[in-house]
């Protein structure tokens, strides 16, 4: 059975730091980050990968190279697997959003004005390209496992369409770095196999 397997990436510097990085250049993984995507890589060994696809942001591309050299593939960079644009609010303290603004996290996921009012891009539109990126994906690679390298949103989207939790939960719900969120895909359609699935000896520590 094809599976669809959306991977996010490393640990960065951004996540350190706790900055809305979007796609900021200048936050590399960390060496933690570094360590989790070779660990990931190996873990990933056994899924008889087709296919690998990557955000060509830095962190999920650096992310996708080296699990790409551990299982014996290339990656190609999407644009749609690409991270949210933060708009006026790229490069900012999670703790100084939260201060000025409130939970913009929350209002993404509600839909509030104050997402597109700062030039952030909208959940509705991370959904649509990334359902398009599913799509193509299965059309093109059918009955192949395939590989996506992202980063939070992206992969929340995708739980969205399929889970349709209540924008609550999906602010909650944390995905891991450099953890998989696998999805199976029968005649396309989609059901949820696992999230954070990676190395058991982090589920410990995490």
């Keep these: 059975m094809p599976l669809v397997l959306f991977l996010r990436h490393g640990q960065a510097k951004n996540n350190v730091e706790r900055i809305?990085?979007?796609?900021?250049?200048?936050?590399?993984?960390?060496?933690?980050?570094?360590?989790?995507?070779?660990?990931?890589?190996?873990?990933l060994k056994s899924f008889n990968i087709s296919k690998i696809y990557c955000s060509p942001i830095e962190r999920a591309e650096h992310t996708a190279k080296i699990v790409a050299e551990k299982v014996g593939l290339g990656c190609t960079v999407d644009e749609r697997l690409t991270e949210i644009e933060m708009g006026s609010f790229s490069g900012m303290h999670y703790d100084t959003m939260f201060e000025k603004h409130g939970n913009v996290f929350l209002k993404f996921y509600q839909g509030h004005p104050i997402v597109e009012e700062n030039g952030i891009e909208t959940f509705a539109?991370?959904?649509?390209?990334?359902?398009?990126?599913?799509?193509?994906?299965?059309?093109?690679?059918?009955?192949e496992t395939i590989l996506l390298v992202t980063h939070m949103d992206p992969i929340k989207s995708m739980i969205s369409t399929i889970l349709q939790p209540k924008p609550e939960l999906l602010y909650e719900m944390i995905i891991r770095n450099a953890s998989l969120t696998i999805l199976k895909n029968e005649q396309s359609n989609f059901s949820m196999v696992a999230i954070n699935s990676m190395n058991p000896e982090r589920y410990s520590d995490e």
């Design 125 to 143: 539109s991370v959904k649509n390209r990334v359902l398009d990126m599913v799509s193509h994906c299965s059309k093109k690679h059918d009955n």
């Design 20 to 43: 809305l990085a979007g796609r900021t250049k200048g936050f590399p993984l960390t060496d933690l980050g570094i360590q989790q995507a070779e660990q990931i890589g190996n873990f």
